[in-house]
């Protein structure tokens, strides 16, 4: 079985300010995990993805994602928000062999302020 | 962008009616899913499949079923429309297991 958490609901930044969402994750696997952007009335968007290379990865538009075994964790982060970064976000983890499903976290609404 | 299309995009339905949704790739992925996104939930899967007429259910599939007679078509059926399916549905197909997976533009379905 697998699952993600997603730790808040909702995150609200300054622009300019770092971005921190916080994602945990239970897996019998060694799992593969995706953070996905959603934008309002849009689908969704990979923004970037971990599967058991680097455990510092790098995706589009400046936000990164370190995979911590130990801490069961992958959480996004990115330097500076951008007011276009206002948007849902969502952890996903694929346990690969045994398991066709991608579970998803409940999402974190991002909130950017000028 | 994966070539990944949903029809129809809008479709507002009486209670007790039958409906369909489609999910068409142009992309030859082996792997198709139908999700459905509510408020507070994130995206639920419902049905999906593995290959050609190789399905299964989700968590949350009463009321549910789906077909897949061809690679790149996926489709789910509402039975009998209630309004506890008004929701916004999202196909996503992946090439492997362990890969991201590619979502359509999701179908905003009422049902009165």
């Known amino acids: 079985a697998q699952s993600v958490t997603q730790l808040d609901s909702h995150v609200s930044v300054s622009e300019g300010t770092p971005v921190l969402l916080r994602c945990n994750y239970s897996?019998?696997?060694?799992?593969?995990l995706f953070w996905y952007v959603q934008h309002p009335n849009k689908g969704l968007q990979l923004l970037l993805k971990?599967?058991?290379?680097?455990?510092l990865v790098k995706g589009i538009n400046g936000f990164e994602a370190e995979f911590k075994k130990s801490e069961t964790s992958f959480h996004l982060t990115k330097p500076s928000a951008h007011m276009s970064d206002a948007a849902e976000y969502f952890c996903v983890v694929s346990a690969g062999a045994g398991s066709y499903q991608l579970t998803f976290g409940k999402g974190t609404k991002l909130s950017v302020i000028p | 962008d994966a070539g990944i299309t949903q029809s129809p995009r809008h479709k507002v339905t009486e209670t007790g009616t039958p409906v369909t949704l489609r999910c068409h790739q142009t992309e030859n992925h082996r792997y198709m899913y139908w999700y459905r996104q509510d408020p507070g939930h994130g995206l639920r899967l419902i049905h999906y499949?593995?290959?050609?007429?190789?399905?299964d259910k989700g968590e949350v599939s009463d009321g549910y079923s789906v077909s897949r007679s061809k690679t790149e078509d996926f489709l789910l059926t509402l039975e009998s429309a209630t309004s506890s399916q008004t929701s916004v549905y999202f196909c996503?197909?992946?090439?492997?297991?362990?890969?991201?997976?590619?979502f359509g533009q999701g179908t905003r379905l009422t049902v009165v």
């Open positions: 499949s593995y290959g050609v007429k190789d399905t």
């Open positions: 897996s019998s696997y060694s799992p593969s």
């Open positions: 971990y599967t058991s290379a680097a455990t």
């Open positions: 996503a197909t992946q090439t492997g297991l362990t890969t991201e997976a590619f």
